[in-house]
């Protein structure tokens, strides 16, 4: 089992978790490998050659089971969902779910080990250095919670109708709640559905193409 302690939030631009996520220990990679829940929080810089542009790219992925989940997911800068560019369907399950592009991305990556959970809000952008052609990334993050409780055991079948509507509650080293950053808080509830979801098929936070923005 993970030992996530806490770290409520971090400085923007400061913290290590900002460009790769959640750092794992060895033996939680491969608990979730052996459990078969797969989660690519990677964000890339692609070159669209027809509308001559670079764009972000982020996965959907991950999953649960009974004792373990992992999801990262990716919204909007202001908490409202993305369009994916593909949904991703497979035989298997607690993999990749949808691909995303956009010039501004914000990553919500989880993990869940029983009902502690940790978790990381970032933000990635395009930052054009001068000299250079392709831009890199600027990321940031925006908060970052270790040993957050779930009130409830959300991935079983009797708790479902709950998923979607509970988050972890942080606490500070002294004991007091962290409030979540609020442009992002349903998304961190649907996240938590997402690490909740065993056998998981599906995007958590994504909207099909041409479908808009909404809150998420």
Known sequence: MANLNTTPKARPGADRYAPHGLSLPRSVLNALHKRGIHCQPAVSVEHQHLANRYVLRGVESGGAVSDIGRAC?????????????QRIDSIGVNG???????????????????QTCELVVTSHTLSCTPGHTRPGIRSEVIFHGRD?????????????????????????????V???????????????????????????????????????
């Open 178 to 216: 962290v409030p979540l950053p609020p442009p992002f808080e349903l998304a961190i509830r649907k996240v938590t559905a997402f690490v909740c979801c065993i056998g998981c098929k599906h995007s958590h936070l994504g909207v099909p193409p041409g479908a808009g923005r909404e809150r998420v």
């Open 148 to 176: 957050g409780s779930l009130p409830r055991d959300l991935w079983k079948p009797h708790h479902e109708a709950l998923r979607g509507s509970v988050a972890p509650v942080f606490y500070s080293r002294a004991g007091e």
């Open 73 to 85: 997911a990716f919204v909007a800068p202001d908490g409202s969902s993305l369009p994916w560019l």
């Open 96 to 114: 990749r779910h949808a691909i995303y592009l956009a010039e501004n991305l914000v990553r919500l990556e989880m993990l869940r080990v029983g």
